[in-house]
């Protein structure tokens, strides 16, 4: 059988023992209420709602950055959009009467 080698720290008393023990339950129920408020249905709608005001303005500010600059409004881009725009509503309308004629 092996022999058991000494720790280098000295053996703590029951009250370091128990001051540890307290404070690792603490933590653990500041955990546990941490987890139930992030599970809560209200914050998961508000973290929800959250997002997806991020998700609206990021894209806002993503087509603004194309459409408009520094020095006033892209025409050619603007011109592009309205363009496709049209298409697709004809695209709409040829594939609308196509299948209304059947």
């Known amino acids: 059988m092996a022999a058991q080698t000494p ?3 000295p053996p703590r008393s029951r009250a370091e ?7 690792a339950r603490e933590r653990l129920a ?11 249905p209200k914050a998961i ?3 929800t709602v959250s997002d997806a ?3 609206v303005d990021s894209g806002y500010r993503k087509v603004k950055d194309q ?3 520094d020095d006033g409004v892209r025409l050619e881009r603007v011109a592009l959009v309205l363009a496709a725009a049209a298409g697709a509503v004809t695209f709409g309308f040829v594939v609308r ?4 004629n059947r």
């Open 7 to 9: 720790s280098a720290e």
């Open 53 to 55: 005001r991020e998700f």
């Open 97 to 100: 009467s196509i299948f209304r």
């Open 67 to 69: 459409l408009v600059s």
């Open 30 to 40: 500041e955990n546990l209420a941490g987890l139930i408020n992030q599970v809560h």
């Open 45 to 47: 709608v508000r973290n």
């Open 17 to 23: 023992i128990e001051a540890d023990i307290a404070a």
